[in-house]
């Protein structure tokens, strides 16, 4: 055990020295295994991206005479795709591998000073030219671009070495340890305090790569025949062991072990393509690590008047361990290619050439003597024939016969990885000028390294040079092929609009990576945007099987490409199964199928999902999705929410949509004036101008404010779409303007829409149709949209016929809520009581016909001044949802009738609240302010309805004679104006004379 655990002799403060050195080694180890684990993740990653695309969901509908309107309004459905990242330099992973570096070097620094002056020299020289290599004249150390620096840096480490080398030889090693390592720490803080760069350590490391690397070359040149050499002991290292087989164990296990090293090679010089190999080069260079330390031991006589292993020579072999695999670690972790791939040739050609050297050297020296029991591990430094210092001198011979052969293809690569890691260095910087240099010149040395053209190929991309970017993502993925850059290919090609470079290049990727998730989900988006349904659905379910994260993108995108499809249903179905909970696209997507169906979301708002202040594309589709989902919640949070992404800066390219938003918001949770001021506010000057007039056009239809629909239909009609067009081409026959409305229906007709042309086929009908005779044939449903469209130009005694000739139902129903709301407005009770009584009893039927028929009864009864009966039977009767936002206005004349004030202004101001678009509760509210004094508020709320509604006479006449009551003649005088223009000479004549006389009562009175 004693000669595995040999330091357990060692004087302490040897052995403390040593077991530290282990314990960075180890360190040095873990860092090794980390970045062969990790590879090229921390660097090359990948990412998401998003695209939105919108669809028509509806966000309410309404009943308008056997009509049914929708307000649509746009959910978002998410499309994901992968895509290689750009470069995560990480600083971090650098200072790992230069803090052990710099520590092994100090080590190797202090072990110098031991040195004879011709051995410590060349050692100082080294370390001179390492000093040299970190570039601190780039790092402006205390603002100087120069190299006063470095020559201070040269004195404070050469002056105490070459102290302690020449005067003070009997200085112990922790001493002079401590001395170099306070040294360094001293210049580590100066060089982070006052460096003008920000990442001083980044810039030392990478620059100062070039003499670590040359070291882990010395030391592969120290360990390469340590395998071999582990042969000997296993064979002939013990007298058991030896035999007359040793030779022939030993010829065997060497020969296995070569031939791995030449199929290495050979697969390395691309000559052979055979994958099942033992062991990699870098198992072959850990194991070699390992055995060479007891090797190097063993051999210590060899060298013992240079630097005896006790311990100067064990803690040399250490520092070049740690050094070495620092070198290995940061070439995997930082994805240098290039430089891993130089190592990997050192390790290849150091070990077959000087260890066939070894071989035969040892075949040669000690063939006769393995069958006679002679532990030929003893001696096998004290060779009879050939000597050892041969081993290395035939060895190197070879290992220069590859390289040349090769034409010194590993130095290449070598000036590859360390331009690769200048180029990081700049690119970190944000240098792009100089990354590209050092990048370009990391291709010149290796054209085909995948590190340095997907580096380019990211920075042509981001400059907008597609054409350059297509050129190296290809050349990066011929050598070394990786998804990432297979997917980032392919991404330009379709940006460019070449289909089948994007769809081969992504073929081609997923034959080097069958089963690669990120590959297959991209390549079902590509079939998806040409409509090739099979193939969309086979690699979109195909990528959720593979992919081990992020499954939720390509369960997203199979989510958007059922609600594509119209396969709502399905898309439903799959999405309520409660899966990606935590998801931000997959729930967005499931918001817009939920209400594309019209369906609730059990839950609420993730405050997750919008977290930070800043919205993405994902945040704001989901956002907009939940909103429009529970948009008659009166959910304040998402009002809050919407409101305080406005207010912040980032969010400048939605801020239009969330102002949307929040007028949606407030128009239907009854601040409905307060919704249209915001969406009028926005529309102007919007590219989303025809979907907010298609908005405001439906909520005034609603409100039969069908001029001021006409309006906003109008003024984005080349842009809306087809439904929008009828519904424009309604309001129009609304206000009587047949003729009009007749050129748009025949244009609709010709659209390929079956329910589009079907309603205009009958509205049509209906406009060319002036006789009873041939209506009274018609159905019910559109005897009912004749009689209210054509009332206005049928006498009574038509109307009655028609109406007589109705079954009862929900279109008689209808009609007689409409005849009665009709004949009240021209203030015709007899006729309105005559539709009333034919109609027979109120049924107590629950339906939008008879909501409509118990709204016009209860005015019916306000007309006829039974306030009695309209108490009672406001509490009786159904109203809808939308109708029953006028109880409080219905309460407030019942209270204005019992002179109870207090209760009539309450339920007055709720009911403007709640109706602000209603000229009846505005003319009857601004009365009752009148009555009670209050004439300015009075005022204010006509002069808001006229604001609203430009057209409505009722409004005009009231206004005008409320601006003279408060002494605003002049106000009046001018609406008058627009009095003419709706209503005939007769009519404004009668009103002028009511309007003149107001004025001489309100002299009067002042």
Same mark, same amino acid.
């Given at each position: ?620 589709? !989901? ?10 919640? &009166?959910? +304040?949070? /998402? =009002?809050? #929410? *919407?409101? $305080? ?82 519904? !424009? ?10 003729? &009009?409305? +007749?050129? /748009? =229906?025949? #244009? *609709?007709? $010709? ?82 009581? !005559? ?172």
């Amino acid at each position: 055990m004693n000669s595995i655990y040999f330091w357990n002799s060692w004087k302490k403060s040897q052995k403390i020295v040593f077991i530290s050195a282990i314990g960075l080694s180890a360190l040095a180890l873990m860092y090794f295994f980390t970045g062969w684990y990790l590879e090229d993740k921390l660097v090359i990653r990948w990412e998401v991206d998003s695209t939105a695309e919108t669809l028509d969901t509806p966000i309410d509908t309404f009943v308008k005479h056997l009509f049914k309107y929708t307000v649509e309004s746009d959910s978002y459905l998410l499309s994901q795709t992968f895509k290689g990242s750009s470069l995560h330099l990480n600083p971090l992973t650098s200072y790992i591998y230069f803090g052990l570096c710099v520590a092994a070097i100090i080590i190797l620094l202090t072990t110098f000073t031991y040195l004879d002056l011709i051995w410590y020299g060349a050692a100082m020289l080294v370390f001179t030219l390492f000093l040299s290599t970190l570039k601190t004249d780039l790092l402006g150390v205390f603002k100087i671009y120069g190299n006063q620096f470095l020559a201070g840096m040269l004195v404070v480490y050469l002056v105490p070495s070459y102290y302690f080398q020449a005067f003070k030889k009997n200085t112990a090693f922790s001493v002079r340890l401590g001395v170099f390592t306070a040294i360094t720490v001293v210049l580590s803080i100066l060089l982070g305090k006052f460096s003008e760069v920000s990442t001083p350590f980044y810039y030392m490391a990478n620059f100062g790569i070039a003499v670590p690397i040359a070291l882990t070359i010395l030391f592969l040149f120290l360990i390469s025949f340590e395998i071999i050499n582990s042969f000997v002991f296993l064979t002939a290292g013990t007298k058991n062991m030896a035999g007359k087989n040793s030779i022939l164990n030993f010829i065997i296990i060497s020969a296995l072990y070569l031939g791995n090293l030449l199929l290495l090679l050979l697969k390395k010089m691309l000559i052979l393509q055979w994958d099942s190999l033992i062991l990699n080069a870098f198992w072959i260079f850990l194991i070699s690590s390992i055995v060479g330390l007891w090797g190097y031991k063993k051999r210590a006589p060899l060298f013992y008047d240079i630097i005896p292993f006790r311990p100067f020579g064990a803690y040399f072999y250490m520092g070049l361990a740690i050094i070495s695999l620092s070198v290995c670690g940061y070439a995997f972790i930082s994805a240098n290619d290039p430089l891993k791939e130089s190592i990997e040739y050192a390790i290849i050609y150091l070990h077959l050439g000087i260890g066939a050297s070894y071989f035969l050297y040892i075949i040669y020296n000690f063939y006769e003597l393995f069958p006679r029991n002679i532990k030929v591990y003893d001696i096998v430094y004290q060779p009879k024939r050939l000597p050892f210092f041969m081993v290395r001198g035939i060895g190197l011979v070879v290992v220069l016969a590859l390289f040349l052969y090769s034409n010194r293809f590993a130095y290449h690569l070598c000036i590859s990885g360390y331009n690769n890691g200048i180029g990081d260095v700049y690119l970190h910087e944000q240098n792009i000028l100089l990354a590209k240099h050092y990048y370009r010149e990391g291709v010149i040395n290796d054209f085909q390294n995948h590190r340095s053209n997907y580096s380019l190929g990211l920075i042509a991309e981001k400059e907008n040079n597609r054409r350059e970017a297509v050129d190296y993502f290809a050349s990066a993925s011929v050598k070394r092929p990786m998804a990432e850059a297979y997917v980032n290919l392919s991404r330009i090609y379709f940006q460019e609009n070449m289909f089948f470079p994007a769809l081969f290049t992504l073929q081609e990727g997923l034959q080097k990576f069958p089963e690669n998730g990120m590959i297959q989900n991209n390549l079902g988006l590509l079939y998806m945007n040409k409509s090739m349904s099979d193939s969309t659905y086979f690699h979109l379910t195909h990528s959720e099987k593979n992919l081990k994260e992020n499954k939720a993108v390509a369960a997203g995108n199979i989510l958007n490409f059922l609600t594509r499809k119209g396969l709502t249903t399905e898309a439903d179905s799959i999405s309520s199964q409660g899966i990606f909970e935590d998801a931000i696209a997959y729930q967005t997507n499931k918001l817009s199928i939920l209400n594309f169906n019209g369906k609730k979301y059990k839950s609420g708002l993730k405050n997750d999902f919008v977290r930070d202040s800043i919205l993405s594309l994902e945040s704001f589709s !989901y956002l907009n999705n939940i909103t429009l989902n529970h948009l008659k919640d &009166g959910n +304040k949070e /998402i =009002l809050d #929410q *919407l409101q $305080s992404f406005a207010k912040w800066q980032g969010n400048e390219d939605y801020k239009e949509q969330l102002t949307y938003l929040t007028a949606l918001y407030f128009y239907y949770n009854n601040e409905g004036l307060k919704g249209k001021v915001i969406l009028d506010n926005i529309r102007l000057n919007s590219s989303f101008a025809p979907t907010y007039n298609s908005v405001l056009g439906l909520w005034m239809m609603q409100h039969d404010l069908y001029k001021v629909a006409i309006d906003y239909f109008s003024k984005s009609r080349a842009e809306l779409k087809s439904s929008n067009i009828l519904y !424009y081409a309604i309001s129009l026959m609304e206000t009587g303007d047949f003729e &009009g409305s +007749k050129i /748009i =229906l025949m #244009q *609709l007709n $010709s659209i390929p829409d079956k329910n589009i042309n079907k309603i205009t086929e009958n509205l049509l009908k209906i406009i060319n149709t002036s006789g009873i005779g041939e209506v009274k044939l018609w159905s019910d449903e559109l005897k009912l949209q004749f009689i209210h469209y054509k009332k206005a130009f049928l006498n009574t005694e038509q109307i009655k016929e028609l109406y007589n000739s109705m079954s009862r139902g929900d279109a008689k129903i209808e009609v007689t809520a409409d005849l009665m709301n009709f004949y009240l407005s021209q203030n015709k009770i007899q006729e309105a009581d !005559y539709f009333f009584g034919a109609l027979g009893v109120i049924e107590k039927e629950e339906n939008d016909a008879q909501s409509f028929l118990n709204r016009i009864y209860l005015k019916y009864l306000a007309y006829k001044g039974e306030y009695e009966e309209l108490n009672k039977q406001l509490s009786k009767v159904y109203l809808n949802a939308e109708d029953s936002k006028l109880k409080s206005y219905f309460k407030a004349l019942y209270d204005e009738f019992r002179a109870n004030t207090q209760n009539a202004i309450l339920n007055f101001d709720k009911a403007l609240q709640l109706n602000p678009f209603n000229e009846e509760v505005r003319i009857a509210a601004a009365l009752f302010y009148q009555k009670n004094k209050q004439s300015e508020k009075a005022y204010d709320i006509l002069l808001k309805g006229i604001e609203i509604n430009r057209y409505s006479v009722p409004l005009i006449k009231a206004y005008a004679l409320q601006a003279v009551r408060i002494n605003l003649v002049s106000y009046g005088e001018s609406i008058l104006e627009d009095l003419k223009l709706y209503v005939s000479a007769s009519e404004f004549s009668k009103f002028l004379k009511i309007f003149q006389e107001e004025i001489a009562k309100n002299q009067d009175a002042d």
